[in-house]
Every structure is written in structure tokens, then in C-alpha cells.
DNA sequence: CCGACATCTGAACACCGTTAAGATCCGGAC
DNA sequence: GTCCGGATCTTAACGGTGTTCAGATGTCGG
């Protein structure tokens, strides 16, 4: 039994596995599930016993990715030298685009429009962890605390992800940590130094889109 | 000939329509090639006499949307009130949320993986002007804008595509545009207080991934 | 030993992007 | 006016895709 055999131990996980490599070697979406099928030794129908579809087995991928992501970027915060809260923060968003650079499809997929997996860690709540941290050492007001986490996260994502899609060049990694670190530190300065957007009393409008721009045509 | 004439009189023109209105309905992958031929009135090898690929035609349709995006842009900066050059950028980014919000499935696709179209209007130079249009205006030292483009670019396009994908959730559209306002103002006033981020010498090493991070595992 | 159960197989379906060969139409040269 | 060349579209086909379904195969508790 144990050369092939009929019950393959981990089959879900085995084809994660085979996916999560498929992603790194062709791309996002330049795999088939017949394909990781066939790589792991078993017909196309057999992961349909583990996955009800080719999407619920990438959303499962991103939300093991993510996992990892959010792990890593909590390392990344605890090795930040000086225990400084703001060192801390540029410290994981450079990992955060770093990781991004590094593996490209991966990060892709991992980031697709899926609704996240419930309950398993993800990067946006270490930088939440980390705001905390900064604010309970003074280094933000609890009055911008709300929301900062958007600010942070958008600002990190949105370098990872235009340096992922060949949207922005840099020349070398360390521009590309330098870069990283500037923005977190412009967005987090900024924060502090603006007063507060305006609550507003209501937030809940028609929620139509009334005064939307509408390019559409 | 007024009916079903033979030679389309653009069908290049026809199929690209045609698949941005399928993007819209179905999302940017929800549709295929064969699609967009039929409900064009063609067969589907006729669109292989235009674009040489699905792919292609995937390119082409960014570029169309995204210069219509940049002149959009560019409109909504020239109409912020008051003409200051900070205004502007708050507008300009907030139109650039908004865009994304209103219209995700056609942003995500515009935004793909693609190299971009060489020759056509990009919403990153109309950040770019209005960046150089702060400086002049005093609103930034010369010494902190190289590079700023990429700043607030980042953190616009990370807010646009976190909400555009479901990543993060915001109470109806002016929670949306508090939000692009409050990032855009954050980075500006966050880029114009900070020195510089040391240009360095020389900046390319050895560009290996050398020190790079690797979760990979 | 046997039956229940999870697991995987193999064949099939409709659809996809893409290619090749041929029919059709248009515009310009004579 | 006629004819021809080239652009334009059609029909047919290829291999590959996600997905389904009936059945074969292994495992395990009784």
C-alpha cells in the first residue's frame, strides 16, 4: 500500500499543494484543476469530493495563503529592532509588499475577489494589532485611531499590488523597501497630524448611487 | 445593406463594446470571446481578424477604459472648488475611488495584469500634473517629489481596489469618499513633513532575491 | 465475513480559445 | 461595365476546460 495507494492520504491538502506550486510556475490563473489533478495522481473528478468547485479550492489556497501572510507579517513586527510601534508598522509593511514582489501570482490569488474564509488570521489584523500598539504609545490619538487601519492597509496594498502587476518599476528590492517604508510613514504621520474627518451624524445616505460619478458611458 | 451588411462597419469597435458590457453584467471574467462574437451578430472567428487574441482584446478594452478614466480625472480636478492644488488631489482621488466602486468589475479588468497601452492618456499622469501643480504652488518641496506619484498612486489604488473587491466594507458612498479624502490629505501632509528617504548612492544591488523575505513555504 | 461508507475512476456533456480553408462582399483598375 | 485583389466573415474542426454521474475499489466497524 505503498506504492499507490487507492485512498490518498491528504488529498484536499496534496491539492492545495499542487495548486498553490501550478500558481507560482504559471500564474494566478494559468492552471486547470485537471491539471493539479493529474499532477497529484488521481482523476479530475476526485477533487470534486474535496472542493465543490475549481473556486471553493481557491478560495480555500487564499485563505491558507493569507494565513501564512498574516503569520509572517506578525514576525516581521516582533523583529523590528527597538520595539519601536512605528517601526514596527513600516517593518510589516514592507513585508507586506515585499511579499507581494516575491511571489507575484500567489499574492494574486490570494487577493482575488473572493469573500475571505471566516476565522482563519489575515495580514489586515496585524496591522490592526499594530495601530493598537502604536496608539496605546502615544504615537497616534485615540480620536484618529478609527479607520486608520483602512488608511495603512490601502496605502501597503496598493504598492504591493501595482508593484505585483508591473504597474510601477522600481529599480531593486531596497527601493522597493524604501518606497514601502515612506508611504507607511507619510500615511502615518499624516494621520496624526490631521484633526479628524468629520464624523457626520448620519452616515447611512440612500445608499443608492445618487451622487455617484458615473463614468460608465 | 441597412440590415445585416456583410462587412461590419466597426467591428473592432462593436466587439469591444460588447465586451464591456459583458464585463458589466457578468464580471471581468464572467464572459467569453464566443459571447461577445454572438451577441455582436458574428462568428467567433471573426473577432481573430481584429484582435489577435482574447487576451488582446482584454488590452486593447483596458486602455479605452483607462484614458476614459484619466479624462474623468482630469475633470474632476478641474472642477474642485477653489483651485487649490491640494483640493484638486482630494478630488482626483476621490474620483478615482469612486470610479472603482461604481463600476468594479470594469476597473478590475482595466487594472489586470497587462502591460499597459503605450500612447494612451493614463489616470497615473493626471496624478503626476496635479502633484507637480502642488509643487509649484508651494504645497510640497521639490525634495519630496520624486517618487510622491507612486505615494499617493499606491494609496489611492489600494483603497479603490480593497473596496472594489469586498475586502473591506464601508457604510454607503460619502463613508467611501470620507475615506479617499482622509488617505489622500494623510499622504500629502505625510509626504510634505518628512525629509526624504535617503536617495542613496547607488541603488541597484545585485537585484537577485538576495535578502529577500520568503514566505514561500 | 460482510455490509456500509468514503473514496476514486471513466465516460460523457457543453463550452472554451484558437486555427484553417473557403465563401462573400467591396473598391479600384482597366 | 467588368474583373480582380484584398479585406471580411463563415463553417468546421482541434484540443482542452469545468463539471456531473454511474459505478468500481478500497477501508473499516460489526
Known amino acids: 500500500m505503498s506504492e ?9 491538502g496534496a491539492l492545495l499543494d499542487a495548486a498553490e506550486s501550478l500558481v507560482r ?3 494566478a490563473d494559468g492552471w486547470s484543476l485537471r491539471e493539479v489533478s493529474s499532477r497529484v495522481g488521481v482523476g479530475p473528478s476526485a477533487a470534486y469530493h474535496h472542493f465543490a468547485s ?6 480555500t489556497l487564499s485563505g491558507r495563503v493569507l494565513a501564512r501572510l498574516a503569520e509572517h507579517l ?3 513586527a516582533a523583529r523590528a529592532r527597538h520595539a519601536d510601534p512605528r517601526q514596527r508598522l513600516v517593518a510589516v509593511g514592507r513585508g507586506y509588499v515585499r511579499w507581494a514582489v ?4 500567489v499574492a494574486s490569488l490570494a487577493f482575488g475577489p473572493h469573500h475571505d474564509e471566516p476565522g482563519t488570521p489575515h495580514p489586515r489584523d496585524v496591522l ?3 495601530l493598537d500598539r502604536l496608539v496605546t504609545a502615544g504615537g497616534l490619538s485615540a480620536a484618529a485611531r478609527p479607520g486608520a487601519e483602512v488608511a495603512v492597509w490601502a496605502a501597503v ?16 528590492p531596497n527601493a522597493v523597501d524604501r518606497e514601502a517604508a515612506r508611504l507607511v510613514r507619510a500615511v502615518l504621520t499624516g494621520l496624526a497630524a490631521t484633526p479628524h474627518p468629520r464624523p457626520s451624524r448620519t452616515d447611512h445616505r440612500p445608499s443608492g448611487s445618487g451622487s455617484g460619478a458615473g463614468i460608465t458611458g
Open 102 to 105: 516575491a511571489d507575484p501570482a
Open 54 to 59: 475549481r473556486d471553493a479550492l481557491v478560495r
Open 4 to 12: 499507490r495507494p487507492y485512498h490518498h492520504g491528504d488529498l484536499a
Open 157 to 172: 496594498h496598493g504598492l504591493a499590488t501595482l508593484l505585483r502587476d508591473g504597474h510601477i518599476r522600481l529599480n531593486g
Open 74 to 76: 506578525r514576525q516581521a
Open 25 to 27: 510556475e504559471r500564474g
Open 128 to 130: 490592526s494589532a499594530e
